[in-house]
């Protein structure tokens, strides 16, 4: 029987590091090893292309400053003919115009140089994690209107909070992490709560960016709420934290309840619609 084509088969654990700096291209190959995973390593573009042609891998983890050219001219070439493959761009670029580059390429993840193991590992893990059963959906992709369509999914979820952090980078470390919180605690509402962790359901997120404000608008394909509906939420019930942690343990959800008092701390503006199925969070840059 002639053995399958390169692209008909399903890759394992495999990953290729493609890195020109041999001291980190070693750390992250002795890093990822420890962590269970079959490794190759490449330095340039030409050996990467040679090395995905000869057999499958499951993770690719991209720089974007090589010797024979940007690793944005790969992943142009390689993401659409490895679909199995997931491409990770690991850089010491933390520019917002390469993310979105990143973001426009379907990459699937982005990590910026220094990376600790913690933070290899994590992003490997994710990477080989179930796909779902849609991908993330790039509807603007310019500096000052980003819009996504997700399916409603934990780890689509956390993608593309990755992403909208290092859109960021011009901003203060402080603020930077304060809006950050906010996006993901109400992206992940969305996704639990108005998607119902249902993959075929799908949540539409807008990040509108100026010279005075950074707005999210984030619309769920759920009913909505009220918040006198909400006793399992700090913000709804009087009682305090004990109250809430009861009522929780009582439905059976996990431990939490804050997370609407941290968005409205951390939000100069924050509106709903008549149904609260859709929000819209200000900060403002002073």
Not at 33 to 52: F, H, I, P, T
Not at 141 to 165: G, H, Q, Y
Not at 266 to 284: G, P, S, T
Request: proline share 7%; with cysteine; hydrophobic share 45%.
């Amino acid at each position: 029987m002639p053995a399958a084509p390169v692209s008909d088969v399903k890759p394992s654990n495999a990953v290729l590091v493609v890195e020109d700096d041999p001291d980190l291209r070693e750390f992250e190959v002795i890093v990822l090893r420890d962590g269970g995973y079959e490794v190759q390593q490449c330095g340039s573009l030409a050996e990467a292309e040679a090395r995905l042609a000869e057999r499958p891998f499951g993770l690719v983890l991209m720089d974007l400053n090589l010797p024979d050219g940007s690793g944005f001219d790969m992943l142009q070439r390689a993401v659409p003919a490895y679909p199995d493959t997931r491409f990770v761009v690991v850089t010491g670029d933390d520019a917002s115009e390469s993310v979105l580059r990143a973001l426009r390429h379907s990459v699937y993840d982005y990590v910026v140089k220094p990376v600790s193991p913690d933070v290899l590992l994590e992003v490997a893990e994710r990477a080989f994690l179930p796909d779902e059963a849609a991908a993330i959906e790039i509807i603007s992709a310019s500096p000052n209107w980003i819009e996504l369509s997700l399916p409603c999914t934990r780890l689509a979820a956390a993608r593309v909070d990755n992403f909208m952090r290092h859109l960021k980078s011009d901003l203060t470390p402080e603020l930077r992490d304060d809006i950050g919180d906010a996006f993901r605690e109400l992206l992940m509402n969305a996704v639990e709560w108005g998607g119902g962790l249902d993959p075929e359901r799908r949540v539409r997120v807008a990040c509108l960016r100026t010279a005075r404000m950074v707005m999210y608008r984030i619309a769920d394909p759920g009913r909505g709420f009220r918040f006198e509906d909400l006793p399992h939420a700090a913000i709804s019930n009087p009682c305090g934290a004990l109250e809430v942690s009861e009522v929780r343990e009582r439905l059976g959800l996990r431990p939490g309840g804050l997370g609407l008092l941290l968005v409205e701390a951390r939000a100069d503006e924050l509106l709903y619609n008549d149904a609260h199925n859709e929000v819209v969070f200000i900060r403002y840059l002073n």
